[in-house]
């Protein structure tokens, strides 16, 4: 396990803008796994701006979301909706549909594709406050896989503005499994902010339980965190590097 402790959020997103590209670089036909949330939204912009000066080559990259919610329709609040927004630059862009009659059929057909490509190159994730990643909630075994899931309270409200109200945040949503994301080559965890220095902390020096779905990324061979300096307050000073 890798630890980057960075300035600020601006850093974290150049230097995984860095990682990106390289990733691409090396294989420019990748498939990416790109989270939701407010935390990689620089990092996007970031991928924006260099993909526009070629520095970066997204044209063979195939992204894929690791989540969506179970929603009436793809328009407002939905992952989908937030890659129509920071990611119009990807042209091949799959998302399971957040409509689809039959949710865990849509989900495993979506993760049998990722694994029929052998699993996503790179993985990068964010962490809920809850220790959550993509739709793991709290409880969610090393061995799950793309599933249906209730989402936890905390979750619901973190989307209540993107829903205009928490009333309207669909309670359920799909999500790859930790066994799934857990087969990707490599991973890359972004965490920015006070908000998430405790679930950090416990993340990378708690015990690795399903209580905390991120400590199970301590078993993978090549995972990054990327911190800001206010996300990495909890850790201990051997483990800041
Ligand atoms: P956030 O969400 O980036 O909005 O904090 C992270 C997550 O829930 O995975």
Same mark, same amino acid.
């Given at each position: 396990?890798?630890?980057?402790?960075?300035?600020?959020?601006?850093?974290?997103?150049?230097?995984?803008?860095?990682?990106?590209?390289?990733?691409?670089?090396?294989?420019?036909?990748?498939?990416?796994?790109?989270?939701?949330?407010?935390?990689?939204?620089?990092?996007?912009?970031?991928?924006?701006?260099?993909?526009?000066?070629?520095?970066?080559?997204?044209?063979?990259?195939?992204?894929?979301?690791?989540?969506?919610?179970?929603?009436?329709?793809?328009?407002?609040?939905?992952?989908?909706?937030?890659?129509?927004?920071?990611?119009?630059?990807?042209?091949?862009?799959?998302?399971?549909? +957040? #409509? @689809?009659?039959?949710?865990?059929?849509?989900?495993?057909?979506? !993760? $049998?594709?990722? =694994?029929? /490509?052998?699993?996503?190159?790179?993985?990068?994730?964010?962490?809920?406050?809850?220790?959550?990643?993509?739709?793991?909630?709290?409880?969610?075994?090393?061995?799950?896989?793309?599933?249906?899931?209730?989402?936890?309270?905390?979750?619901?409200?973190?989307?209540?503005?993107?829903?205009?109200?928490?009333?309207?945040?669909?309670?359920?949503?799909?999500?790859?499994?930790?066994?799934?994301?857990?087969?990707?080559?490599?991973?890359?965890?972004?965490?920015?902010?006070?908000?998430?220095?405790?679930?950090? +902390? #416990? @993340?990378?020096?708690?015990?690795?339980?399903?209580?905390?779905? !991120? $400590?199970?990324? =301590?078993? /993978?061979?090549?995972?990054?965190?990327?911190?800001?300096?206010?996300?990495?307050?909890?850790?201990?000073?051997?483990?800041?590097?």
């Amino acid at each position: 396990m890798k630890i980057e402790v960075h300035p600020d959020a601006t850093a974290v997103a150049c230097r995984s803008v860095d990682v990106i590209c390289s990733a691409l670089r090396a294989r420019p036909d990748a498939w990416l796994g790109l989270p939701t949330g407010k935390t990689p939204v620089l990092t996007y912009a970031e991928l924006k701006a260099r993909t526009s000066t070629a520095s970066c080559d997204m044209n063979r990259t195939t992204a894929c979301a690791v989540d969506e919610f179970c929603a009436p329709s793809e328009n407002v609040g939905t992952n989908a909706a937030f890659y129509a927004e920071h990611l119009p630059f990807c042209g091949n862009l799959r998302s399971p549909s +957040a #409509a @689809a009659p039959d949710p865990l059929s849509e989900i495993k057909r979506f !993760a $049998s594709a990722i =694994r029929e /490509h052998g699993g996503l190159d790179l993985c990068l994730l964010g962490i809920g406050v809850n220790g959550h990643i993509a739709f793991n909630e709290p409880g969610s075994p090393r061995d799950s896989r793309a599933r249906v899931v209730d989402l936890a309270a905390t979750t619901v409200r973190a989307h209540a503005e993107g829903f205009g109200g928490e009333d309207n945040v669909p309670r359920q949503g799909m999500t790859l499994g930790v066994a799934d994301i857990l087969e990707s080559k490599s991973l890359l965890v972004l965490a920015t902010g006070a908000s998430k220095a405790a679930i950090v +902390a #416990a @993340a990378i020096q708690g015990p690795v339980t399903a209580d905390v779905p !991120a $400590s199970w990324l =301590r078993g /993978h061979a090549d995972v990054t965190w990327m911190l800001d300096q206010t996300a990495a307050a909890g850790l201990n000073h051997a483990q800041r590097g």
